[in-house]
């Protein structure tokens, strides 16, 4: 399994960026995955969960409201909408897939995730 993230870039504060996932060799039902970013100097922080099959999704409360979790399955590929983004936003952010549908226990731990992309990098500009 190999995951692919992009969209990155720089952006103004109050700007919008969508990021995506692209998954490969194999399909993600009843996979459990993530986005997760670390910021320099700070603690990796998970912003949003996506159980793939059931459509339940959670959000971070740093970021609730201002990001979106999204798959298409045709594509193989998660996304992640964000808007209104603030300075603090700068960070590398991960995608990451667990191969089993996580109990909410699970959902915000790092080792529940086997499978991590490259990382895609946000920088929010003020």
């Known amino acids: 399994v190999q995951l692919q993230a992009s969209g990155g870039g720089l952006v103004q504060a109050g700007g919008s960026l969508r990021l995506s996932c692209a998954a490969s060799?194999?399909?993600?039902?009843?996979?459990?995955m993530a986005w997760v970013r670390q910021a320099p100097g700070k603690e990796r922080e998970f912003v949003a969960v996506r159980r793939w099959t059931e459509s339940t999704t959670y959000y971070a409360d740093s970021m609730k409201g201002r990001v979106t979790i999204s798959r298409d399955n045709a594509r193989n590929t998660m996304y992640l909408q964000m808007s209104s983004l603030k300075p603090e936003d700068t960070a590398l952010y991960y995608c990451a897939a667990a191969d089993r549908r996580l109990i909410i226990s699970r959902l915000w731990v790092a080792d529940s995730y086997a499978y991590w992309g490259q990382g895609t990098l946000v920088t929010v500009s003020s």
């Open positions: 060799g194999r399909t993600f039902s009843g996979w459990t």
